[in-house]
C-alpha cells in the first residue's frame, strides 16, 4: 500500500538556522509525483513543489531546497536560514494510481509542523 | 481568476442535519477532489471526480456524497452529519487527472455538536 511518512511531528529552531524536514515514501508503482505543501497558521494550503519519479535532480528555490532519492525513497526537505515566516505545518504527499492508469490522489503524510523562533 | 472557492468558511450543525459545502473553480479544471484534515492525521480524500458527470470514492467516504453536474463545481453533501465529521474540509483541483498540480481552496472548518 501507498503511504507517507513524517516521522518528525514538531521541530524547534531559532531563526537563521538550517532546518531539514524528513519525508520518506513507499508506493508500488514505477512512476509517481512527489508534492510538497506549507500551511501556515491561516489555515490555506500552498503548494510549494512537484517532482516526478524520473528527475532525481536536487531542486533550489530561494532559502528552499528538496533532495529526492529513489534508492532510500525519501523526498527531504531543506529550508536554509529560517525565518519567523517559515512557521508553518509542512505536508508531503505521494500521488495515487487511479484506476485506468493515470496518476491522480495525494496521498499524505501527517505533517511536521515548524517553529522558528526569533 | 477567483481559483478555487468554497463556501461556507465556518458552520456549526447539530447530530443529524444535512449540509452541503460549496467548492466551485474558475480555471477549467477536470480533476476536483475534497478531502478531510484532523489534528494528527494529515489529509485524507473523502471524493474525487475526473470530470462532469464523474465521480469516485477515496479513503473516507462513508457519510459524504457528491456530484458534478457542471465542470465548475463539486458540492460535497453530509446527509446526516455525526460528532466524527467535526473536521476542516479541503477542496482541491488541478487542470487534468495527469497529475498536474493540486491547488487547494481556503477550508471550510465543520463542527458538529
Known amino acids: 500500500a501507498q503511504k507517507v511518512t513524517q516521522a518528525q511531528t514538531e521541530i524547534s529552531v531559532v531563526e537563521k538556522e538550517d532546518v531539514t524536514l524528513d519525508c520518506v515514501y513507499e508506493?508500488?508503482?514505477?512512476?509517481?509525483?512527489l508534492f510538497w505543501y506549507k500551511q501556515p497558521p491561516s489555515g490555506e494550503l500552498v503548494f510549494l513543489i512537484r517532482r516526478n519519479s524520473f528527475d532525481e535532480q536536487n531542486e533550489i528555490s530561494g532559502r528552499y531546497s528538496w533532495n529526492f532519492q529513489k534508492s532510500t525513497s525519501s523526498f527531504n526537505f531543506t529550508i536554509t536560514a529560517s525565518q519567523v515566516v517559515d512557521s508553518a505545518v509542512y505536508f508531503c504527499?505521494?500521488?495515487?494510481?487511479?484506476?485506468?492508469?493515470?496518476?491522480?490522489?495525494?496521498?499524505f503524510g501527517k505533517g511536521t509542523k515548524l517553529s522558528v523562533k526569533p | 481568476n477567483a481559483g478555487v472557492t468554497q463556501t461556507p468558511k465556518f458552520q456549526v450543525l447539530k447530530t443529524g442535519q444535512s449540509m452541503t459545502l460549496q467548492c466551485a473553480q474558475d480555471m477549467n479544471h477536470e480533476y476536483m477532489s475534497w478531502y478531510r484534515q484532523d489534528p494528527g492525521m494529515g489529509l485524507r480524500l473523502i471524493h474525487y471526480?475526473?470530470?462532469?458527470?464523474?465521480?469516485d470514492q477515496g479513503e473516507v467516504p462513508n457519510g459524504y456524497n457528491v456530484s458534478r453536474s457542471t465542470t465548475e463545481d463539486f458540492p460535497l453533501r453530509l446527509l446526516s452529519a455525526a460528532p466524527s465529521q467535526t473536521s476542516v474540509y479541503f477542496c482541491?483541483?488541478?487542470?487534468?487527472?495527469?497529475?498536474?498540480?493540486?491547488?487547494f481552496g481556503p477550508g471550510t472548518r465543520l463542527l458538529v455538536l
Open positions: 482541491a483541483s488541478s487542470y487534468s487527472i495527469q497529475q498536474e498540480t493540486q491547488y
Open positions: 504527499a505521494l500521488s495515487e494510481e487511479l484506476r485506468g492508469g493515470s496518476q491522480g490522489n495525494l496521498i
Open positions: 471526480s475526473v470530470g462532469a458527470g464523474i465521480t
Open positions: 508506493t508500488r508503482d514505477t512512476t509517481y509525483y
